[in-house]
């Protein structure tokens, strides 16, 4: 079977011209570099966020503003920009490229670059590192996702918050690892207490006769398509319900779908080698689907 992931996009040959957003600068993706003392680079320490645009539209900006300033304030981390600067970043590097459409961007912030090679942020004295990498993605995902559950689990908060959209990613790639190896296309995560929770890179959903379910929220990445898609049933009369389920409820689910920026919502096929329902994108997905693009169509 061919590997598929949740965030393939159709070849553009564009890329390979792309302008980079870099502390203020716009240069050519080859001039796009950091310091190797970079306090990324050696250490994770930085904080990011994804966004799409849509018919000139980059969408949800502001929830999407307001996730990377909570983020910062978490880590304690001065982005050195306001959220009007970010945006006119966001917007310059836009134009820059030429871009109006099925686009992709991804905003970095790390604290700056170290004086010395170790962890305490007072030696991060040149900074923060702000990066814009903006793509022409669509995307293309050939087939609906393979999971696999995985030993890896989604922490508590006092480890390290899995709703804070870090840089420091090594738990959900060592998960993307294990599911692979297991000849799955990604990993299903748990939580502490063995409930289905969220996968190695987006949020989880299952269909059980008509209503949908996803985790509690606890442990789980904090979601805008998430929260679009939960707002999006009780808008129109889909029953849903955040609450604690187990691999049990899994299997015999009637669909199951992933939610994140780049897919808005991803059919899944099969999970540790159960086909769910008809294994292909199921009714329900595809009304969230519809009802999710008209939202985006009129935000």
């Known amino acids: 079977?061919?590997?598929?992931?949740?965030?393939?996009?159709?070849?553009?040959?564009?890329?390979?011209?792309?302008?980079?957003?870099?502390n203020g600068q716009i240069v050519p993706k080859a001039q796009a570099t950091v310091s190797v003392y970079d306090s990324g680079f050696m250490l994770g320490d930085g904080v990011w966020e994804g966004l799409r645009l849509y018919d000139g539209k980059w969408a949800f900006l502001d929830e999407h503003m307001d996730r990377l300033f909570e983020a910062a304030k978490a880590v304690d981390l001065d982005i050195g920009l306001d959220r009007?600067?970010?945006?006119?970043?966001?917007?310059?590097?836009?134009?820059?490229?030429?871009?109006?459409?099925?686009?992709?961007?991804?905003?970095?912030?790390?604290r700056g670059t170290k004086i010395r090679p170790f962890q305490h942020p007072s030696l991060s004295q040149s900074g923060p590192t702000f990066v814009i990498i903006?793509?022409?993605?669509?995307?293309?995902?050939?087939?609906?996702?393979?999971?696999?559950?995985?030993?890896?689990?989604?922490?508590?908060?006092?480890?390290?918050?899995?709703?804070?959209?870090?840089?420091?990613?090594?738990?959900?790639i060592l998960a993307c690892i294990a599911a692979q190896k297991a000849g799955a296309d990604e990993a299903l995560m748990l939580d502490l207490n063995g409930f289905v929770n969220?996968?190695?890179?987006?949020?989880?959903?299952?269909?059980?006769?008509?209503?949908?379910?996803?985790?509690?929220?606890?442990?789980?990445?904090?979601?805008?398509?998430?929260?679009?898609?939960?707002?999006?049933?009780?808008?129109?009369?889909?029953?849903?319900?955040?609450r604690n389920f187990s691999l049990v409820d899994t299997y015999s689910a009637d669909e199951a779908f992933l939610t994140g920026t780049f897919g808005a919502q991803t059919p899944v096929s099969s999970i540790d080698g159960r086909t769910i329902g008809t294994g292909e994108l199921g009714p329900m997905t595809m009304r969230l689907r519809e009802l999710y693009k008209e939202l985006v169509d009129r935000s």
Request: net charge neutral.
């Open 134 to 172: 903006m793509e022409h993605s669509k995307p293309k995902i050939p087939r609906p996702i393979t999971l696999s559950t995985v030993p890896h689990l989604r922490g508590l908060p006092m480890t390290q918050d899995p709703k804070l959209n870090s840089h420091s990613k090594l738990n959900c």
């Open 1 to 22: 079977m061919t590997e598929v992931t949740t965030h393939q996009a159709e070849e553009d040959a564009r890329n390979e011209d792309i302008l980079i957003y870099l």
């Open 84 to 110: 009007k600067g970010v945006i006119s970043a966001l917007l310059e590097t836009q134009n820059a490229n030429g871009m109006t459409t099925d686009a992709h961007a991804r905003l970095m912030i790390t």
């Open 198 to 242: 969220t996968t190695n890179a987006c949020n989880f959903f299952i269909v059980k006769k008509g209503a949908v379910w996803t985790s509690t929220g606890d442990y789980c990445m904090n979601g805008i398509t998430r929260q679009k898609v939960i707002d999006l049933c009780r808008a129109n009369d889909i029953p849903v319900f955040e």
